[in-house]
């Protein structure tokens, strides 16, 4: 709670004493908690000696239609992402260094604290906005080195509990879906239709591909896959995550109302997406 201009010194000198102390250590500016302007800049233009990236945050009301709200995330971290390139166009205190983004908090945050203090419940339709979300980064991945999406447990998390039961929001069964199935080595993709959102990359083996549709429509859509460099070896698999109405969610103790579904499939070429769905295809490659 202090002007940028005091701060920036603040942040260098602390920088320099602990490096005395530890020349090993990654340093992380802090940055921008709204959204984007003069804060980040001023750290880049001040501070850029002493530290090896920086922090930005952002959190998501709800929108209405669902497509605008599942927007929000993949528009956010655009912003940031055109900001930053700009910048590092614009400083001369950035030339010849990588000072990348660490999205240390990243969410929804509306609605009543159904589960007390800050307990947020998610639903359907921010799972979707939270997969759109880690599509923009994949493809800005050249500068978000990290994101952690805010937070893990409770309050505004992505897993609920009680004393006796355990449940993943939607928004934790996108995280668990990417983070176990979805490449490492992004790809580019065009021609992708308004509202649906996709994103692309191979499996580190480099053995299979996988591609992330996200449809935040009430119509079922076919995307006819024309992969450059990829022939498919086989069948392929796909994970869904759906449900009949945008505002499905997990509560601990009752069944779920919204899973992640797994599926084989013949086609590797027309990839079909149900209405207010994320679906994540692999596709064994040659």
Known sequence: HIP??????????FAVAMRKVDPSITLVGVGEIIGFGGWSEGMLKSCADHMEHISEHFYCKEKKPI?????????????????????????????GKDIRIVLDEWN??????VYGELGTRYFLKDALGIAAGIHEMVRNSDLFLMANYAQTVNVI????TTKTDVAFATTGLVLKLYRKHFGVLPLKVAGVPAPLDAAAALTEDRKALTVAVVNPTMQ???????????????????WLITGANSMLYNEPGRPPQVVIQEK????????????????????PAK
């Open 157 to 160: 998390g992505c897993i609920k």
């Open 67 to 95: 497509p605008a709200h599942v927007a929000q995330p993949r528009e956010r971290i655009r912003i940031k992402a055109d900001a930053h390139r700009a910048l590092r166009k614009k400083l001369p205190s950035l030339k």
């Open 4 to 13: 940028l201009i005091q701060y920036v010194r603040k942040h260098n000198r």
């Open 220 to 238: 079922e859509k076919t995307i006819r896959l024309n992969a450059n460099g990829f022939t498919p070896a086989g069948k392929g698999t796909m």
């Open 264 to 283: 084989k499939i013949d086609d590797a070429v027309n990839l079909i997406v149900p209405p207010l769905s994320v679906v994540l295809y692999r596709l």
């Open 108 to 113: 929804y945050w509306y609605g009543p604290h």
